[in-house]
Structure formats: C-alpha cells, structure tokens
C-alpha cells in the first residue's frame, strides 16, 4: 500500500483548501510546494507590522455564501471595500467606471447624461465587440478607454487591445450611481494581518515538504502516494510536449518609504503608457481595522510591473485566447488519462478569483471523498 493517499503539489489557496479537507476526511496528505514558504501567490511578508501582499494585492470578495462562511471558519474578515484611484498623467479618477469617474472626466452629473456622452462616443461599435478594444468602447466611450484603458491594459497584457479578449474588460463593473467599490459582490474584505494566517490554519496537521519540486522527483512522489493532486502549471507537468501555453508574468518592487501616508489609498493604477508599472499598492491601508499603523511614520509600497514570461518565471495569468484556450483543452485530454487530477489556477489554466478556487477545492473534496 502506498504511503500517501494524495500527493498535493502545490500550497496555493487550492491546494491547502484541499489538503484540509482530505486532511479532516482522514486521507493521508502529503503536500509539497516549491517556493520556500505556503501561501501561493496570496503569500503576505510582514514589514514594519504592516503586511504586505508579497505576489500582488488580493482582496477577497464573493457571491458565494458556502465559501464566504468557509473562510470566516479560518480568518477574521476585516470589512475592506475596495476603491482604487487611477492616475493617468497626474488626472485622478475613480474606479471602476461610475458616475464619479464620468463627473471627473465630463463633468456630467446625472445618469441620463452620462448615459448620452457614452451613446455619443460609441460610435461605429454597434454590433457584438470582437475585441476588447470593442469592448471597452461600446461600455464606456472613447474617452475613457484612451485615458484609463487603453495603456493600462496594453502594459499589463503586453499586446495591443484588438488582440485582446473582451471578456477580460467584463470583469469590471460598470455603474450609473455614484459608487466606488471595485467589486459586485455581496461580502468583502480582507483577514486582518494578511493570509498567511489562514493558510497556516488550513494546513494545521497537514504534512509540508517545502522547496520540493514534484517534477524534479516524479517518479518517487507517484511511488508514494495513490493519486496526485496538481496545481501548478499543466504544461509544464507535461514537459511542453504539445507546446507552450502563454501566461503573463509579473515583477514586484517592494519599498519602504520614511513617510506615514504616501497615496492615501491601497491602489492605485497608473492607466498611461508611459509609466512602466500598472499599480502601486500601499499595504497599510488594507489593514483598515488597525489605525495605529496609518500613525506610524513608515510605508511600504510594491510597484507591480507586467512582464513577458518565460519557462522558469513565476506564471500569474493565464492568456485565455482562443489559441491558448485549444491548446490547454488538448493538454486536459491528455490528463484524463494519468493518476493525476489537475486544479487551481494554473493546472486549470483559468482567470479564478480567490473564491472561485476555494469553490472548485470544495467542490473537488467532496467528489473525492464521497
Ligand atoms: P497559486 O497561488 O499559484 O499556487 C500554486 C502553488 O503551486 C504555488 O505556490 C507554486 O509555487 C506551487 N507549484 C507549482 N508547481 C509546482 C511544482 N512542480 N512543485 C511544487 N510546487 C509547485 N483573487 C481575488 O479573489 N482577489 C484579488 O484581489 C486577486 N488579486 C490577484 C492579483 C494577482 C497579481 C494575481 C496573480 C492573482 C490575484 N487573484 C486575486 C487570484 C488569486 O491569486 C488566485 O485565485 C489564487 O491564489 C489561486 O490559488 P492557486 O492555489 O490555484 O494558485
Ligand atoms: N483595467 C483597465 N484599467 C484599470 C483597471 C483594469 O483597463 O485601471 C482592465 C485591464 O485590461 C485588466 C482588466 O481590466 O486586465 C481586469 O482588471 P482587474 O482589476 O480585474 O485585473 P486583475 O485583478 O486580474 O489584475
């Protein structure tokens, strides 16, 4: 008999939910995870009592009550309302796109007239969008896709916005009421002290062999164990024999500033061209339950700067073209036939928010254990 009933590769949020419910189930688990520390990319350093999301600002927000009430089991929410300030060449507007961006941008007050200067700037783009370029203007005008759109999106994606699909600009609200919040969902917020908490409790009693890549000793781990649960990329399990998936890159420019408020909000996005990163985060402003740090004379602040990717980089976003899209669909036909069960961002290659990876844990434990 082998020693582990799951090998789960990989101590992201998908993997650790996991871990802790096979866990409770009684399975054997063994997890293992290349980086030097769990978390994934929701991994937080604490500096100067300030946590600080190490891999990109993650704020957690969901529909789903069955995940909402899940991770409240493990973390003490802290009610963050997302509202991130785009600068474009000094201009401040408000995001996502409401009636306080339009007032900023046209100075319109009411719904009926921003309404009527979106419907002037649409323009040619009347039928279905077939880009995101299309996209964006049918939603909101021309303006605002040049000043808060277009640059922002071309940096982060590294390709033009008519090479580009629309549904990645869907994601952002779009409302006619005077209405920061970056999200739609019903619950919000943020652990306070950072996640890292909450994976360490998930993982309580669980197994962890960190700075262990599966891949580098394969065959060992599947002597070990009677099924593998993956969750890095699913390319790269496969050693790219049917090709290269694209993923967008990023690099992370941490700062420790000698001042107690440098922006006066946690994002804030840098929509030119010209700027070469997308955001700069302000962490202490995450921490909305512990004023005391706003006192302190010390900030840190990470400049997130898209980058291409290249084997051996950390992937963060997966390109759900459609070329991409064929590809990865190929490489799932492929798993199907291996002992290994493929989740999470990356070995599912899809654009999952934190509770839609909790979501797809859930729902895989169960199957698993049924
Ligand atoms: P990951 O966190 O990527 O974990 C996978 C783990 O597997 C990694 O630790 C990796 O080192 C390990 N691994 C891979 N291959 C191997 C191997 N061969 N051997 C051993 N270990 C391996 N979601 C939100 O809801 N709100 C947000 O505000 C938000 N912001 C985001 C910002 C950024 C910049 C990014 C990139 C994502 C954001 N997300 C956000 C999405 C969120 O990060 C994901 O939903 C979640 O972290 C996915 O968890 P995961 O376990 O699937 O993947
Ligand atoms: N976006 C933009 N301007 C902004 C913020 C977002 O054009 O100021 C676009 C951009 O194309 C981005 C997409 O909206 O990829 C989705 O934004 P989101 O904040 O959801 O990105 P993520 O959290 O995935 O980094």
Redesign the pocket.
Same mark, same amino acid.
């Given at each position: 008999m082998a020693q582990y009933d799951f090998v789960i590769v990989g101590a992201g949020l998908f993997g650790a939910v996991l871990a802790h419910e096979l866990h409770a189930a009684g399975r054997r688990v063994l997890v293992v995870e290349r980086r030097a520390a769990v978390g994934g990319n929701i991994r937080c350093e604490i500096r100067d009592g300030i946590p600080v999301h190490f891999y990109g600002a993650h704020i957690f927000h969901t529909s789903i009550r069955e995940v909402w009430d899940y991770m409240n089991r493990f973390a003490d929410f802290q009610p963050f309302i997302n509202s991130?300030v785009?600068n474009y060449k000094g201009e401040l507007y408000n &995001?996502p796109f409401n009636m306080n961006t339009f007032y900023q941008m046209w100075g319109v007050r009411t719904p009926a007239e921003a309404r009527e200067k979106i419907d002037s700037q649409r323009g040619a783009v009347t039928s279905e969008p077939r880009n995101?370029e299309e996209q964006a203007i049918a939603l909101v005008g021309r303006d605002i896709y040049e000043k &808060?759109?277009k640059g #922002? /999106?071309e940096k982060?994606?590294g390709r033009d916005c008519r090479e580009l699909p629309a549904f990645?600009?869907r994601? &952002?609200p779009l409302r006619f009421t005077y209405d920061n919040n #970056?999200f739609n969902d019903r619950w919000q917020g943020i652990p306070a002290g950072g996640y890292n908490g909450l994976i360490e409790k998930l993982l309580a009693g669980v197994e962890v062999s960190l700075e262990t890549d599966f891949l580098s000793d394969r065959e060992y781990f599947l002597q070990k164990t009677e099924k593998v649960i993956y969750t890095g990329a699913i390319d790269e399990y496969f050693d790219y024999e049917l090709g290269e998936l694209e993923y967008r890159g990023l690099r992370f420019e941490h700062e420790r500033l000698e001042t107690a408020n440098l922006q006066g909000v946690a994002v804030m996005?840098f /929509?030119d061209r010209e700027t070469p990163y997308t955001r700069r985060i302000e962490h202490k402003h995450f921490e909305v339950g512990n004023p005391a740090l706003l006192e302190q004379p010390v900030t840190m602040v990470t400049k997130e700067y898209p980058a291409d990717w290249r084997r051996g980089d950390d992937a963060y976003?997966p390109v759900n073209d459609e070329k991409n899209q064929a590809l990865y669909e190929k490489y799932a036909a492929q798993a199907a036939s291996e002992r290994v069960i493929f989740g999470g961002r990356l070995g599912e290659y899809k #654009?999952y928010d934190m509770d839609k990876t909790v979501e797809r844990a859930l729902a895989l434990a169960r199957s698993l254990t049924a």
């Open positions: 991130p785009a &995001l995101l &808060l759109i #922002y /999106t982060q994606w990645i600009i994601r &952002l #970056y996005n /929509t976003y #654009y």
